[in-house]
């Protein structure tokens, strides 16, 4: 079982925050358990090189399968999901404005989507796939997907803005920023940030941040599975426990310690591991 994180060359760090590697092999489990995978503050693009996967989302039910690539845009809900027995996947995890700058593309028409990658970089991504199941390890897998992704740069991006830069402390602080110094520091008003953060990122900087606290609790709770309930609350920036709870209803339809016990029974728990990325 590999469960890892790779930082990007450093020319690429205006694009990608890391590079997650997930491989799962089950020999002998027919039954194997799905992940419930809470919401995010980020975009990405996921490579399957091997077995895909089932995405159930779990408010509407919807299910998505067989798709070698895709683009995964800010999601808001759990998505169950169901993985092969031979599973792999590559994926990269956009910084703030990343997906934006080199597709175009307005991030709210992302939101909740998990779509086929290939109706929007083409069909080269098959040809990255087929590279990626025969590379010989982690480094050449990435050396693989940095030469893809500098095809994407050199075809065009959109402008680099500060307000980029300004996102990303609020997915380095465990505290909640203020919304207006976050405006002052992108060199924009309140308005123009909040319209431009939209566009950039999907959803507004509250709700995002909103996400990303939710998030936080959720690691620091899986890092740490001795910490109480109120001293994680009290960590992540929330008033009290049941600010914290209400959160997790609002993402997962259950309490903290309801979420975690479906947590605990997701494939990567069966070699011993948790979601601590």
């Not at 890892?4 to 694009?15: I, V």
């Not at 993985?83 to 939101?111: C, H, M, W």
């Not at 050396?143 to 050199?154: D, T, Y």
Request: charged content about 25%; glycine content about 4%; aromatic content about 14%.
């Amino acid at each position: 079982m590999v469960l890892y994180q790779f930082a990007p060359s450093p020319s690429l760090c205006d694009f990608v925050r890391v590079y997650r590697i997930v491989h799962f092999v089950f020999k002998d489990i027919t039954n194997i358990p799905y992940k419930p995978y809470p919401p995010k503050p980020e975009h990405c693009l996921s490579f399957y090189p091997r077995d895909t996967e089932t995405v159930e989302y779990a408010n509407t039910g919807t299910k998505i399968n067989n798709l070698k690539t895709v683009l995964i845009g800010q999601q808001s809900e759990v998505t169950n999901r169901f993985v092969g027995k031979d599973f792999l996947v590559f994926q990269v995890v956009f910084s703030p404005g990343g997906l934006y700058r080199l597709t175009g593309i307005p991030a709210q028409e992302l939101n909740n989507c998990y779509v086929d990658a290939e109706t929007i970089f083409g069909n080269s991504l098959k040809e990255v796939n087929d590279r990626l199941s025969d590379a010989a390890g982690f480094n050449q897998m990435i050396q693989i997907v940095e030469s893809f992704l500098w095809k994407q740069v050199n075809k065009g991006i959109r402008d680099f803005h500060r307000l980029d830069q300004v996102s990303n402390l609020i997915l380095k602080s465990e505290k909640t920023l203020n919304i207006e110094w976050l405006a002052k520091e992108s060199c924009l008003s309140l308005r123009q940030y909040e319209r431009k953060f939209i566009e950039r990122m999907g959803i507004s900087p509250r709700y995002f941040s909103k996400i990303a606290r939710f998030e936080n609790a959720f690691r620091i709770k899986n890092k740490e599975p001795h910490l109480d309930w109120l001293s994680i609350a009290l960590r992540c920036g929330y008033y009290d426990y049941q600010h914290l709870v209400k959160d997790y209803k609002a993402f997962t339809n259950q309490t903290p310690t309801g979420f975690h016990l479906l947590d605990s029974a997701s494939p990567e728990r069966k070699f011993g591991e948790s979601d601590t990325y």
